[in-house]
């Protein structure tokens, strides 16, 4: 497990800054993330341009779909976390629709405009997807040399 000032930071943010299914960072961890060549892994929260949080999606945003040894294949996962947003959107009450739609426009403005993955389809991806739970291995094509596991 992970402590420190940071860590803490993180947390009181998360408890009375953030609405939305984010990690919001300090600006002391901006810095450092920026100092350390690692900024892509931070994104700006488009209604508040001075927040930014971990991109989490960054490896969907980064996914490149031409097959190559040692490369994890995201298509089918991500098809199934469209499949349970738009699940999210059907229904869902208050805070949580505000969530879900929050979470719709991260995925179409950083992962589908890439043009890869897809959109959120609010009709279409509610239909669920024949792919694996995330807590399943990962589907690679071929292991990289010396590479022993790829949870």
């Known amino acids: 497990m992970i402590f420190g000032p940071a860590m803490l930071d993180a947390y009181r943010m998360e408890c009375k800054e953030a609405r939305n299914p984010m990690v919001l960072v300090s600006e002391e961890v901006r ?16 209604e508040e341009p001075d927040r930014h949080y971990v991109h989490y999606l960054i490896s969907y945003s980064a ?24 699940k ?15 979470m719709e426009r991260y995925w179409n403005e950083k992962v589908a405009t890439g043009g890869i993955l897809g959109r959120v389809d609010r009709v ?5 997807p024949n792919a694996r739970p995330f ?10 040399p010396g590479a022993t596991s790829v949870d």
């Open 124 to 128: 279409a991806d509610l239909v669920r």
């Open 135 to 144: 807590r399943s291995r990962l589907a690679v094509l071929a292991p990289q």
């Open 31 to 46: 810095s450092d993330a920026r100092a350390a060549g690692l900024s892509n892994l931070l994104t700006g929260d488009d």
């Open 63 to 86: 996914y490149d779909s031409n097959p190559r040894a040692g490369v994890v294949i995201l298509d089918s996962q991500a098809a199934l976390i469209r499949h349970f947003i738009a």
């Open 88 to 102: 999210r959107l059907l229904g869902a009450p208050g805070k949580i629709l505000d969530k879900a739609e929050w």
